[in-house]
Each structure stands twice: as structure tokens, then as C-alpha cells.
């Protein structure tokens, strides 16, 4: 019986291939996560069916849709596939590589649930002197049916308007995580104002933002440890009906908010016998706790240096890397090996 987590040595297309036809794995994977070679950007070994190393960009995209279209047998019906993709120039010109993938794997039956910039944040200067500096790469983000497992709780930021200066951090005495004893008729008193509003309402005909915030039960002098929103101002976030111009009280999620569809995160340099490039843990970190669940299957494809293998040891996922090259395999079964397992869910 085969040991996880198990490195494939071979073509990502043949070995899937292989995995449809072995009994449970057809459909156990919950994330599919990998970032093939981008074309024509590096030579990784002296294999001819290396990806990234076709004739033309149009055999390249086509050989990426319909490895991942085999993909798709073995993803669960919730399962997801997520792809970490660069563009390439052609004649300075871009060859948007990205969206004619995405274009293809719709067609193949995915849907696009997001397409994501990874901002790194740490990019190389470019040498050219006409083009700008490739500071982003894309993260396409595909369900293979309309419902998808995610968990957002895990992955939620917090205090991000103290982070980008639009807010004061405050102490913990003045924050408050939840609603104190709201009270539900004072709650049906200013909904009923605000729903016979009139189009020229007086100050006295409406309750004002600290009479909604006490209302639900919460201190119009304290703080939402999520924005960090005074309460008596937290209640402009949300409207209700179709007095779009008028607010009714919502608060925050107080685990934090969704994260946005741009990630900042910073490259990870490459020493010595290293695999030239390399995933940041953080980015596959953040795509694992979101797509899955302690002992679900993940699958990495592309899989370098196991990067995505010591992110599912250390979150308790199992995992399966397949990789073109023997080095590489020896690589990510040692680096696994040495990388510490941790519980953070």
C-alpha cells in the first residue's frame, strides 16, 4: 500500500492519465494547486516533454488545457483547481497565455470563481527599457461545479484599515466582539423609521447612527475589532431597502473580513541545489486552508520542490506530487521529510 505523502516521478499527463484508471482515485482529490513552467521562461532538464518548451504558445496552452482537463476526473464534485500562472512576450508583445487558459478550461466545463494578482512585492527590476517590471502573476481559482468547499474563517484579515492608515488601532478594552443584549423593539422601532422615510425627512424623523448601534446591542462609543470603526459610525457600512442613501446597522464579521483578490506576498530566493522556482509557502498556505479540510487529498502536478507537500504536512491534508524530473522528486521527498507538521486550523 502506497505511503503518503507520494511523489510520481514522470510526465503530469501520463501520470494522471494512470491515476484515473486506479481505483479511488478517480474523484478523491479536493484541491488540485500547482504552477506549471510558464512558456519559454526557464529550461529545467533535458526532457523533450518538459512543459513550457513547445514549438509555439498556442501548443503550450493547449497541452495546459488538456492536462487539466484530465485533472477534472479526479477532483471531488466540490473539489477545485488552482493555477499559479505568469504571462510570456512574443515581439514585446504580451501573449496572454492566462486568459486563453481560462478561456479554455471554461470550455472544458470548469467555472472561473476568481482571478486573483499575486503582487510580489520583492519583484525583479526589468532590464528592458521600453516594458514595465513583471510585478504580478496570476492565481486562477476554478470549481469544478457550482458548489465548492472553501472556508473563508480561515484565512479572514484583520485590522486591514489600521494597515493601510485609514483607521487607529485600538486597545482591547475598547473593542467589542459581539452584540450585548440587543434589544428587538427598539430594533423594529428604527427599521419602521427608516422604512417611512419621505423624501424630505427631518433630523427628528430619523434615529440617528448611535440609536441603531445601541439598538443591536452594541456600545456606539466602542470599536469593531475587524475595521476598527467607531460603532456609531460602523453604521453607515450597510443600507437597507432601497434607501440606498440612508444606513441600517451591520457589523463585521468579527473572525475578519474576506480577504481581497490581490495578495502581497514575497518570492522565495532559491540556494544552491534548490529548484529554480519556487512557490512561497504563504501563497499555497493560503489556497490549502481555503480549499480544504484536515485529511482531504491534495494533488500537485507541477510539484518542484514539494512546496505544496510540507504546507499539506504541516496542515494534516495528504497529498500526492508529480514531478518530470528525478531530482526533483528525491528533492521534495527530503524536504518533506524535514519540514515540521503543526495543527493551525
Known amino acids: 500500500m502506497a505511503r503518503y505523502p507520494l511523489f510520481i516521478e514522470g510526465d503530469a499527463g501520463t501520470v494522471i492519465d494512470q491515476l484515473s484508471q486506479v481505483p479511488g482515485h478517480r474523484k478523491k482529490y479536493s484541491l488540485i ?121 480561515l484565512i479572514r484579515t484583520k485590522g486591514n484599515e489600521v ?28 427599521t419602521k423609521k427608516i422604512a417611512n422615510w419621505n423624501a424630505t425627512p427631518t433630523a427628528e424623523s430619523l434615529p440617528s447612527t448611535s440609536d441603531i448601534a445601541s439598538a443591536y446591542g452594541y456600545d456606539p462609543e466602542k470599536f469593531c475589532p475587524t475595521c476598527y470603526r467607531k460603532f456609531k459610525r460602523h453604521v453607515t457600512r450597510n443600507r437597507i431597502g432601497e434607501h440606498k442613501h440612508y444606513p441600517i446597522f451591520a457589523v463585521c464579521n468579527s473572525r475578519g473580513k474576506n480577504p481581497g483578490n490581490v495578495w502581497d506576498i514575497a518570492t522565495k530566493a532559491h540556494h544552491g541545489n534548490e529548484h529554480f522556482a519556487i512557490f512561497p509557502e ?16 491534495v494533488l500537485d502536478p507541477f510539484s518542484g520542490r514539494g512546496t505544496t507537500g510540507i504546507i499539506c504536512k504541516k496542515l494534516k491534508r495528504r497529498f500526492v506530487g508529480i514531478d518530470l524530473y528525478p531530482h526533483n522528486v528525491s528533492l521534495s521527498k527530503k524536504n518533506v521529510q524535514n519540514a515540521p507538521a503543526y495543527d493551525s486550523d
Request: aromatic letters at 12%; charged letters at 30%.
Open 33 to 153: 494547486v500547482t504552477s506549471p513552467p510558464y512558456y519559454k521562461h526557464r529550461k529545467y532538464g533535458d526532457d523533450v516533454r518538459e512543459m513550457g518548451r513547445e514549438s509555439s504558445d498556442s501548443t503550450f496552452v493547449e497541452r495546459l488545457i488538456a492536462l487539466f482537463a484530465k485533472c477534472r476526473r479526479l477532483l471531488r464534485d466540490d473539489g477545485s483547481l488552482w493555477v499559479v500562472i505568469g504571462d510570456s512576450r512574443r515581439n514585446y508583445g504580451k501573449l496572454l497565455i492566462p486568459h486563453r487558459l481560462t478561456a479554455g478550461l471554461v470550455r472544458e466545463g470548469y467555472i472561473l470563481r476568481e482571478d486573483i494578482i499575486w503582487y510580489k512585492r520583492n519583484y525583479i527590476a526589468s532590464g528592458s527599457q521600453i516594458n514595465f517590471s513583471q510585478a504580478y502573476e496570476y492565481v486562477l481559482f476554478f470549481s469544478k461545479c457550482s458548489s465548492c468547499f472553501t472556508n473563508m474563517d
Open 163 to 190: 494597515k493601510e492608515g485609514r483607521n487607529k488601532e485600538q486597545p482591547l478594552n475598547m473593542l467589542q466582539f459581539g452584540p450585548i443584549h440587543p434589544d428587538k423593539k427598539k430594533i423594529a422601532s428604527v
Open 282 to 297: 504563504e501563497l499555497v498556505e493560503r489556497i490549502v486552508k481555503f480549499a480544504t479540510q484536515k485529511g482531504d487529498w
